[in-house]
């Protein structure tokens, strides 16, 4: 379906319209507030350039500027309770497989006064300018995506701004919470509403903080989640050990005593002809293809042996073992480096292929902003406050989900392959024919292999 529909288009979805209005409006008591609602949908959804309040109540035959103003601004109906009626009747429709994604998008401002907005980095414009920020956290498949939840970031400046606190509506209690931390109560919310909680995939905006890893770990979550090169670590191999007490002065604490690398040392250190080729989707120009390689370390630095020594007891002497992730690196061809790193507390058996197909899930979530904010105004509201905002951006995602219904599932195991699939399927049956491995190009070993073993003649 069409992401901006004309007027006679709009009166055909009028009935189903309804339905859908009364189904997540469920919550708002006032007939007259879902009536509202239903035509700030229809402004959404209605061809034109520009989706804030001013010009949807123009071009609609029955729309209200000032009613329009109150119902989004003023109104005390609850987001979160649409947000929740929307995802539960969604998600479930996205696909079993489906990974839960964190991510965070900006919204340019001029001026200080529009809520939450700051001096800070703006992903829209690619540099330091004032802006919002808000967080978000998605359900998305190789089939489809949906927004779950949003929540504005706070800056620090507006913590004691009293007087810009109070025209923007913030609630008492709400203040800078580092963006992690947001994620993580959106992640809260979202398995409280009812909904059975996925992979989390996450750029390194999230990944690179161990507190957030160590989060979803204690949450019982699994991850696929982008690091910088950087990050200190330890060999899988390695153990904390303390040498022998002489029996004079304190005696040696446990600790790691092996040395230290950088992610980027353990990725390029065994060559790139260790790496193998994998593909992740069928793009517009074809299969979507690169070099991966995976090993299993230990991540290292003061962070992670605090959280660990207060996992253990909160004692110096603490003898405990760094966890162990699996790491995922990418090496383009043309590249002379590592480009792409990400760690994963997925189970060792889990297959490079699954890994890679997991963590190359954020281009869904990119599409869903560039249609919402293209398609339905995602990034018009010209409000400014806490209230305004979040009843925009639950509006905008209850829009895309009555637009964008997610595909119907396949009705047979084989009718969902997609195009990249059966010719990865392909390549490694001519590899077994050939003798020559299709992901390194090298000629295979003579040893038997469940993958490359060439099929013997029928005799």
Not at 229 to 234: K, L, P, R
Not at 370 to 398: I, P, S
Request: charged share 25%; proline share 7%; net charge positive.
């Amino acid at each position: 379906m069409l992401v901006d529909v004309n007027l006679g288009e709009i009166e055909e979805l009028r009935p189903e319209l309804a339905v859908f209005v009364a189904e997540v409006f469920a919550s708002v008591v006032r007939k007259d507030t879902r009536g509202w609602g239903d035509c700030y949908l229809r402004g959404l959804m209605l061809d034109g350039r520009r989706k804030s309040i001013q010009p949807m109540a123009d071009r609609l035959p029955d729309g209200d500027m000032q009613s329009l103003q109150q119902f989004v601004n003023q109104s005390p109906w609850d987001h979160a309770a649409v947000l929740r009626a929307v995802a539960l009747k969604t998600v479930p429709t996205v696909d079993p497989e489906e990974v839960w994604v964190i991510d965070d998008v900006s919204f340019p401002k001029d001026g200080r006064m529009s809520v939450a907005v700051a001096r800070q980095w703006c992903g829209a414009l690619g540099k330091q300018s004032n802006c919002q920020v808000a967080v978000s956290l998605h359900a998305a498949s190789d089939r489809a995506s949906v927004p779950i939840s949003w929540r504005l970031f706070v800056p620090a400046g507006w913590d004691t701004d009293v007087e810009r606190r109070a025209r923007a509506g913030i609630p008492d209690g709400i203040g800078r919470r580092e963006k992690w931390r947001r994620a993580l109560g959106l992640i809260d919310e979202a398995i409280a509403w009812g909904l059975p909680p996925r992979t989390i995939v996450a750029d390194a905006g999230y990944g690179q903080n161990n507190l957030f890893r160590q989060a979803l770990i204690e949450r019982g979550l699994d991850f696929v989640v982008a690091v910088r090169a950087d990050e200190s670590v330890h060999p899988h191999e390695a153990v904390p050990v303390a040498p022998a007490w002489s029996g004079r002065g304190r005696r040696p604490v446990v600790r790691y005593r092996t040395s230290v690398s950088s992610l980027r040392t353990v990725a390029v250190e065994p060559g790139r002809r260790d790496y193998r080729r994998s593909t992740w989707r069928h793009g517009s120009k074809g299969p979507m293809r690169s070099r991966f390689r995976t090993a299993t370390v230990r991540p290292a630095g003061k962070q992670a042996r605090a959280h660990t020594i207060d996992r253990a007891g909160g004692s110096a002497a603490w003898g405990g073992v760094l966890p162990a992730f699996t790491l995922l690196t990418e090496w383009p061809v043309g590249q002379k480096a590592p480009t792409e790193y990400r760690l994963t507390n997925l189970p060792a058996a889990t297959t490079p292929r699954l890994l890679v197909r997991l963590a190359k899930m954020r281009w869904r979530i990119e599409h869903d902003y560039r249609e919402m904010k293209h398609g339905l105004g995602l990034d018009h509201f010209e409000g400014r406050t806490w209230r305004g905002w979040h009843h925009h951006v639950a509006l905008v995602t209850a829009a895309h989900a009555l637009l964008h219904p997610p595909p119907a599932p396949p009705q047979s195991p084989h009718a969902g392959l997609t195009l990249y699939q059966v010719l990865d399927a392909f390549q490694d049956l001519l590899s077994c024919w050939t003798g020559i491995c299709h992901t390194c190009e090298r000629p295979l070993p003579a040893r038997k292999s469940t993958r490359h073993t060439r099929p013997s003649t029928p005799t």
